[in-house]
């Protein structure tokens, strides 16, 4: 019986590594004025800190439901605060540390930076009753647009729309109070969670559903009116476009559709540009749009068809 095999040490060349990720690092940051003096103090909000605040917010908004397992109703109130305070002083961290960003090269954290991001987190903290109210609507959207639902609460605790939409309605109020970076981290949570990708800064009205979710996209710059319904694969995107000075794209354009009330857009349907959906149209499964419909319509592929002109290739 032969005794234990001996295996020599792995190297791995550690040092020759490291040294080449510095130099990769110095080349990126150097044309960008990233080489500072001060460096070595973060610079960027943290994902992982904005995904408990979050998490830590739904609680909030739902003490009974998202809040903890042992959570009795008659301390609920207390819950709560306590958790709206330590979420919020967390988010103060967090807004400070993307005002600073901003600011960069100066870069320091100046009393009018702290003053400004306490204000931010105020307003923000303001907004969380609104938000509430919002958020019942789309979950009562959900039940009454799903004979699967068995309970509002199967929706709330359960539905991926329901959850992107909590995100999104948190996330577009820190993108309207201007802290856009937070904005998108907290949408790009949502994202990776469920599947489901909307911008923070498109507007959405009230008793909003989305039904099953994945693969839904909806661009900065829409605009979705009340008890619109959209279902998996849907995007409401934005067409090509030039780019501006400096071969860079233009910002702030309108550039997304506009969805006006009562729209069902089925699965799989693409529309694109600022194109505006008449009230109470029906978009068909897999339609590829880039023109504005009347209110009323129902479009399908069918009907996109018999709509092209003759182009003289009958056979």
């Not at 943290?46 to 830590?56: A, C, F, G, M, V």
């Not at 993108?175 to 856009?180: A, I, Q, S």
């Amino acid at each position: 019986m032969s005794g234990p095999t001996h295996i020599p040490p792995a190297h791995w060349n550690l040092d020759s590594i490291v040294s080449g990720l510095r130099e990769a690092r110095v080349a990126w940051r150097g044309p960008r004025g990233r080489l500072r003096e001060d460096a070595g103090l973060r610079e960027f909000p943290s994902q992982e800190s904005l995904r408990q605040i979050i998490k830590d917010l739904c609680g909030a908004l739902f003490p009974m439901r998202l809040g903890p397992i042992d959570l009795r109703e008659e301390v609920e109130d207390f819950y709560v605060g306590h958790t709206i305070g330590a979420a919020l002083d967390a988010l103060l961290h967090q807004v400070c540390l993307e005002l600073q960003y901003v600011g960069r090269p100066e870069q320091a954290a100046t009393p009018g930076t702290r003053e400004r991001a306490i204000e931010i987190v105020r307003q923000f903290g303001a907004e969380l009753p609104r938000v509430r109210a919002a958020l019942d609507l789309d979950v009562t959207a959900a039940y009454q647009g799903d004979p699967a639902a068995h309970s509002v609460d199967e929706v709330l605790l359960c539905y991926p729309g329901v959850s992107a939409m909590i995100h999104h309605r948190l996330a577009n109020v820190l993108y309207r109070l201007d802290v856009p970076m937070l904005a998108r981290m907290v949408a790009e949570i949502a994202h990776a969670d469920t599947g489901i990708d909307i911008h923070p800064g498109a507007t959405i009205g009230s008793s909003f559903f989305i039904d099953h979710g994945t693969g839904v996209v909806i661009g900065e710059t829409a605009i979705i009116g009340d008890r619109v319904r959209l279902y998996q694969m849907v995007t409401l995107g934005a067409k090509r476009f030039p780019p501006g000075e400096n071969g860079e794209l233009k910002k702030g354009l309108a550039r997304h559709p506009l969805i006006e009330d009562d729209v069902v857009i089925y699965a799989g349907a693409t529309i694109l540009g600022r194109v505006t959906i008449g009230k109470g149209s029906t978009i068909g499964g897999n339609v590829w749009l880039t023109r504005s419909v009347p209110p009323g319509s129902n479009v399908t592929q069918a009907s996109l068809v018999s709509d092209m002109p003759d182009c003289g290739l009958g056979g």
